[in-house]
């Protein structure tokens, strides 16, 4: 998986607790996205980085937020997760902002 | 318009035979466009990308064919297997504009044996 891992793997929380996935990379890539992907949707952008502190939205960012302090971590973060964000949630990273590689994923289920 | 369309949404094959997968876009800004696979449980793997400066790419098994004018492509599978069984999905990127991949809604493959 291109050397991304993703924590933790698997999750189930109740709808209003906050929840926070990580992305860690060791390619050192200047890119880094978040995607959902559901039945029926594809994969749908949730926010994505290009540097350290630069972030921007994607196509469903609404209830999340991101953060990027260092190259190799993207947080992704629900502030108060709900039914509808139960999803599988993958990162991705890419040098120069188009070929990406993705990690193995996180089933985050929200009861 | 910056949709990419995808079909068909499931696919049977028989073993050896040819798998076909289309993608529609509208952006005419659209210079990159991958293929993904996925197999269950997994995250998407990178198969194969065109550039529109061709018409096509193979790579083994694995053909793109790109039609600038109609602003489709496709993925060909030659003498398909069961391993070859995953979900497929089209992609495409304004690689200059620094946004991220529009993926189509994925077609799933089955290949019997």
Request: hydrophobic share 25%.
């Given at each position: 998986d291109a050397g991304i891992t993703q924590s933790p793997r698997h999750k189930v929380t109740?709808?209003?607790t906050p929840v926070t996935l990580r992305c860690h990379q060791t390619e050192n890539h200047r890119y880094m996205y978040w995607y959902r992907q559901d039945p029926g949707h594809g994969l749908r952008l949730i926010h994505y980085s290009y540097g350290v502190k630069d972030t921007d939205k994607g196509e469903v960012s609404d209830g999340y937020s991101v953060s990027r302090s260092k190259t190799e971590d993207f947080l992704l973060t629900l502030e108060s997760a709900t039914s509808s964000q139960t999803s599988v949630y993958f990162c991705a990273i890419s040098e120069l902002g188009y070929e990406q590689f993705f990690g193995p994923g996180t089933r985050l289920t929200v009861l | 318009q910056q949709q990419v369309k995808q079909s068909p949404q499931s696919l049977i094959v028989q073993k050896g035979g040819i798998s076909i997968i289309n993608c529609a876009y509208e952006n005419t800004a659209f210079d990159y466009f991958p293929w993904y696979q996925q197999f269950p449980g997994k995250g998407p793997a990178l198969l194969i990308a065109i550039r529109p400066d061709?018409?096509?790419?193979?790579?083994?098994?694995?053909?793109?064919s790109f039609n600038k004018s109609a602003k489709q492509f496709s993925l060909h599978i030659m003498d398909s297997q069961?391993?070859?069984?995953?979900?497929?999905?089209?992609?495409a990127d304004d690689s200059q504009a620094g946004t991220a991949l529009i993926?189509?809604?994925?077609?799933?493959?089955s290949v019997s044996s």
């Open positions: 109740e709808t209003g | 061709v018409s096509e790419k193979k790579e083994g098994r694995f053909t793109i069961p391993g070859d069984s995953a979900t497929y999905f089209c992609a993926f189509g809604k994925g077609t799933t493959l």
